[in-house]
């Protein structure tokens, strides 16, 4: 249950970081049909990202900066630099999270690992372009002077923990402006992605060295 | 009969620890002189910290802390997330007690909402109770020694070469939290070091990332 809970903001991330990157913008026209066929030609994704946390008991958002790398069928890297320095690296089945101690990079021991296995198997899920066909989340594409994706959680258990996701696609460039993970009343998280590079070739010591 | 009482007296004082000796000042001019170590808050702060946790000297995880705390009205709200941004455990303290407005496994237990209000009050706040003792401990280090309404003995001590710690013990002096200060120069709560000693002892090392006054 706790791995299930570890789980759910990074599948939030996740379902953000593929809607945007199937150029969701024709997604009104032909709903979830033309996202699956632009995610099948995903090979590879990597990016750079910045993640805005906005909370009550904060005055500002809390800024935290990453990086992350996919490659089909099933290697990710999911990297924050600051504040908090941790790594996730799945990598042929096999799944780890490192954080930073003393200046090393020591393995998570508190099932971050675990949930992100189960992570990956929504993502798989995505990539065949079953994007509708969720266990987790409902999906509702709606028109306006955007185009918004939300995510609503279909089990009461996650229902508590994430109200939804909203993912705000700008007609006019074609391009995502914004991924929004609410949790609660004024508690919500913010991700803007940067230096996105799609189908290049990345190293597959990427998804294996901590480093 | 004596005798048996005599030695369960003599078990029951055995098995109790005790508080380490305070000497007192010697002379009344070092009396006058003598201050008691305060690293507490002295108005109302907001502070982010990475918190790590050590099991046997092992870091097992790290987390997000986001802290407020108020010393003039001993108001404490807290917030715990993942780097992920996930908050997992979020409440606050006041006069009307404790309010906890999230808690997600494994922090969901009442317990642990319990504690960690009173490990943050240790950590900023002066303590509620009045000063029993104070002088110095037999390695010259200066200390204070106050007595909690529930019984408890807080010791907080300043000491040349390892800086200012808090040690709260129980009414039969056994040593339940130890905080150490480790920055010695600069922002005090740049780093802190918590031992709990409970039925599993562990430590919580906690890394200031930003520590933001708040205006009321």
Request: glycine letters at 6%; a positive charge.
């Amino acid at each position: 249950m706790q791995t299930h809970r570890h789980l759910c903001i990074l599948f939030c991330i996740f379902a953000g970081v593929f809607l945007i990157f199937s150029k969701i913008s024709y997604a009104g026209e032909n709903n979830f049909e033309k996202l699956r066929q632009e995610s099948a030609k995903i090979k590879t994704i990597q990016a750079h990202f910045v993640q805005k946390k906005f909370m009550k008991i904060l005055s500002k958002p809390l800024i935290s900066e990453g990086c992350f790398y996919y490659a089909a069928p099933d290697s990710f890297r999911w990297e924050y630099f600051k504040p908090l320095k941790s790594i996730v690296l799945t990598y042929q089945n096999n799944t780890k999270r490192y954080i930073a101690s003393g200046g090393k990079m020591m393995e998570d021991k508190t099932g971050g690992a675990q949930a992100m296995k189960i992570v990956l198997g929504e993502v798989t899920g995505w990539m065949s372009g079953r994007f509708d066909q969720n266990p987790s989340f409902n999906a509702v594409i709606n028109e306006g002077a955007n185009t918004k994706i939300t995510l609503t959680p279909k089990e009461k258990s996650m229902a508590g923990m994430i109200e939804k996701i909203e993912i705000t696609v700008s007609k006019k460039a074609g391009t995502v402006q914004s991924v929004k993970i609410f949790e609660g009343v004024g508690n919500f998280t913010q991700i803007n992605f940067n230096n996105v590079k799609i189908n290049e070739v990345i190293n597959p010591s990427v998804f294996q060295d901590v480093q | 009969m004596k005798r048996l009482s005599l030695l369960i007296l003599i078990f029951v004082l055995c098995s109790c620890q005790t508080l380490p000796l305070i000497n007192s000042p010697v002379s009344l001019t070092e009396e006058k002189i003598f201050t008691c170590p305060s690293p507490f808050l002295k108005s109302k702060y907001r502070f982010i910290q990475t918190i790590e946790a050590r099991v046997a000297g092992n870091t097992q995880g790290a987390i997000i802390g986001v802290t407020v705390a108020d010393p003039a009205t001993s108001v404490v709200s807290c917030a715990i997330m993942t780097a992920e941004g996930m908050v997992m455990f979020d409440a606050e303290s006041g006069p009307d007690g404790l309010k906890i407005n999230r808690a997600l496994p494994p922090f969901d237990s009442e317990n642990f909402a319990k504690n960690m209000i009173e490990d943050i009050k240790l950590i900023f706040f002066s303590p509620v109770g009045k000063i029993q003792n104070r002088g110095y401990l037999p390695d010259g280090a200066t200390v204070c020694r106050y007595l909690e309404e529930n019984g408890d003995w807080i010791d907080v001590i300043t000491n040349k070469s390892e800086g200012v710690q808090i040690k709260r013990y129980s009414s039969a002096g056994t040593l339940k939290r130890q905080i150490k200060f480790k920055e010695t120069a600069g922002n005090i709560y740049q780093s802190i070091e918590l031992q709990a000693y409970e039925s599993f002892n562990y430590s919580l090392l906690m890394t200031l990332i930003e520590a933001q006054p708040v205006k009321k």
